[in-house]
């Protein structure tokens, strides 16, 4: 039972001696630097001058609170290290003219692959402003997390991401039909960690440790014999 106990002992301490290696990977479209802060109203002219050089979406407003809802998708495209698994990620999204503060919710559509974010997206967006929303040619930065459910799909190394808003809006002379809005920037911050040992593989590390153990206790025994130090010492 004392063997079994170092045995367990030193297995443990193998385990905490591994390390739970972690990583971040970011991938990135649009303009990450335009300087707004989340709250501002920059004018059309400065959001265009920031989405300029951009690729698609971010590079034009998408659809216009006079004739057209924004609607647009987008692929993210990154690069695990090796041998890590994704264990947690974050979808940011930088946005002016959301319209929050309108009547009801202003984001119809939002998902990355089949994962479903609309609800998250819309409570962001509600929440802005002590939750009356976004306010006609706001600014924001929204962040969602994604849930477990969603984490092994980022394992392939691409992600796809689609946004849908609709109406109302917000117009300088108050609601609008439909809600266009300019898609500045969208990050999506996966975090990955090496995988641990799973549970099956306690009994190996039991036994490895255990017969290192007895190993370490035999030369011990060894050693303490003058007679067998003698002849190993004059074999070496």
């Known amino acids: ?12 301490a193998f385990l905490a ?22 709250g501002s109203h920059p004018t059309t002219a ?13 590079n034009a407003f998408c ?22 698994l994704v ?5 940011t999204l930088g946005i002016s003219d959301i319209d929050s503060a309108a009547a009801g919710n202003q984001v119809a559509s939002f998902l990355i692959g089949a994962t479903d974010l609309t609800a998250a997206l819309n409570t962001v967006s509600e929440g802005l402003n002590g939750g009356t929303g976004a306010t006609n040619g706001e600014y924001d930065v929204l962040t969602v997390t994604l849930p477990s459910a969603a984490l092994s799909a980022l394992q392939s190394g ?23 809005a300019g898609l500045v920037f969208s990050t999506l911050d996966i975090q990955t960690a090496s995988p641990t040992p799973e549970p099956a593989e306690l009994p190996l590390l039991l036994t490895a440790a255990g017969a290192l153990i007895a190993m370490r206790a035999r030369h011990k025994k060894n050693r303490s ?12």
């Open 1 to 12: 039972m004392k063997r079994v106990h170092f045995a367990t002992q030193a297995a443990f």
């Open 17 to 38: 001696l591994t390390p739970l290696i972690k990583a971040n990977v970011i991938a990135s479209l649009g303009n990450t630097a335009s300087g707004f802060t989340t």
């Open 46 to 58: 400065a959001v265009l001058a920031a989405l300029a050089g951009s690729p698609a979406p971010f």
């Open 63 to 84: 659809g216009s609170d006079a004739a057209a809802n924004c609607a647009a998708n987008w692929t993210f495209s990154y690069l695990l290290p090796a041998g890590q």
């Open 87 to 91: 264990s947690g990620a974050t979808l």
């Open 158 to 180: 691409s992600a796809n991401v689609s946004l849908s808003l609709q109406g109302p809006g917000l117009g300088v002379l108050g609601s609008t039909t439909f809600n266009g």
């Open 225 to 236: 014999r003058p007679g067998i130090a003698l002849v190993s010492e004059r074999h070496l």
